[in-house]
């Protein structure tokens, strides 16, 4: 396919998936009643033009991977993708299988995520931001790919309050990308400071404001010591520093501000369980500072990309929680076309940097591939 061509197939995955993702849910007496044949019907549209395609530049990487991935298991670097990779050829002594394969359970994770959400009102709002900000990167990205969905399997597990099962969830995306490492102490610190029914106090808000610029600022010392001396990092290694900033960060500004506005509109105004407020400040500090990262070193635009959950699950509840609360229901509306106006630019981007033919991505020539 053209570059136009391809542009208009993945505007067409867009806007199809999320309408059928709307299409599962209908509020009904002040209920929701989901019908799971139009989620289906978006995982086949997702699943096809992912799965029956072997665009992207790292595809090739991937099958290397695949046929040696025997001997990758050897070392404990993103050993729970290599293993997956392993068992799968062993079964099927295809690559290019074993590939279709590993997309179809990424989205199939995917989708397990969306179809807990199912009782929330928000569902086409969450594949919305999963089609702006992931689906195109995912085509190319295999394994972050992976990783990046559970996570926000794990993300979706603390909504719920099911702590154990998003730990697991995040144990199992630090097997398949390294980049998960670094939500550890994010956790961690969430673990320690918010997983309580105690809201946040000021100082401790101003405390995670303060560490969010420190993380900015020494980035590089942490950069230098992880590549050389952890060997899960070292596949970054020939990522270079930019000495320059590229760009001045204001599109992150743009991007975060009504994530910042719901979560401080939640804290201060919403009668939300603390657990939930607390939430929302600890992930959405620290996904903004892998964003202002980006513009030094471009790893961390993509690794970005694993705070998925704040942009499908948390945001889209916050808006929610908006318009069925008489206080704010006013300013739903507002809100709401705000964060549709973000993901819109954010979509744009994606597509327009992704699209380039010096992009270097490889999906800007969508053609269907058959493995079988």
């Not at 053209?2 to 993702?21: A, D, G, K, P």
């Not at 961690?188 to 918010?194: A, E, S």
């Not at 699209?355 to 020539?365: K, M, N």
Request: with cysteine.
């Amino acid at each position: 396919m053209s570059i136009s061509e391809t542009r208009i197939l993945y505007i067409f995955i867009y806007v199809v998936t999320t309408f059928f993702c709307a299409c599962s849910q209908k509020t009904h007496a002040g209920k929701i009643i989901f019908k799971p044949e139009w989620l289906l019907a978006s995982f086949v549209v997702h699943w096809f033009f992912m799965a029956f395609t072997d665009i992207g530049t790292d595809y090739e990487h991937y099958i290397r991977n695949v046929r040696y991935s025997e001997e990758k298991l050897a070392g404990i670097i993103e050993f729970g993708f290599n293993g997956i990779c392993y068992i799968l050829y062993k079964i099927t002594r295809s690559p290019h299988i074993t590939l279709f394969l590993v997309k179809t359970i990424e989205l199939g994770i995917l989708y397990y995520g969306f179809y807990r959400l199912r009782t929330k009102e928000y569902l086409w709002l969450a594949a919305f931001a999963y089609n702006a900000i992931v689906y195109l990167q995912g085509i190319n990205l295999l394994s972050m790919h992976f990783c990046i969905v559970l996570l926000f399997l794990s993300f979706v597990y603390l909504l719920e309050k099911e702590k154990k099962k998003a730990v697991l969830s995040l144990i199992a995306a630090c097997t398949v990308h390294s980049s998960a490492f670094l939500l550890i102490p994010i956790y961690i610190l969430f673990f320690i400071t918010g997983a309580t029914e105690r809201r946040l106090s000021g100082f401790m808000v101003l405390v995670l404001i303060l560490g969010v610029f420190g993380v900015v600022s020494v980035y590089d010392l942490v950069y230098k010591y992880a590549v050389s001396q952890l060997a899960i990092f070292e596949q970054y290694a020939h990522y270079e520093i930019i000495n320059e900033t590229k760009g001045s960060g204001l599109m992150q500004f743009f991007y975060f501000s009504p994530i910042f506005f719901l979560t401080f509109y939640q804290y201060f105004y919403m009668k939300e369980p603390n657990y939930k407020k607390n939430l929302a400040v600890v992930f959405s500090l620290f996904a903004f500072a892998f964003a202002m990262l980006g513009y030094k070193m471009e790893v961390f635009a993509r690794i970005n990309m694993n705070f998925l959950g704040i942009y499908s699950a948390m945001v889209p509840g916050i808006l929610f929680s908006c318009k069925n609360t008489k206080q704010t229901k006013k300013n739903y509306q507002l809100f709401m076309c705000f964060w549709i106006l973000v993901l819109l630019v954010r979509a744009f981007f994606v597509l327009r940097s992704n699209l380039d033919v010096s992009s270097q991505t490889g999906v800007e020539h969508y053609r269907f591939f058959f493995p079988f």
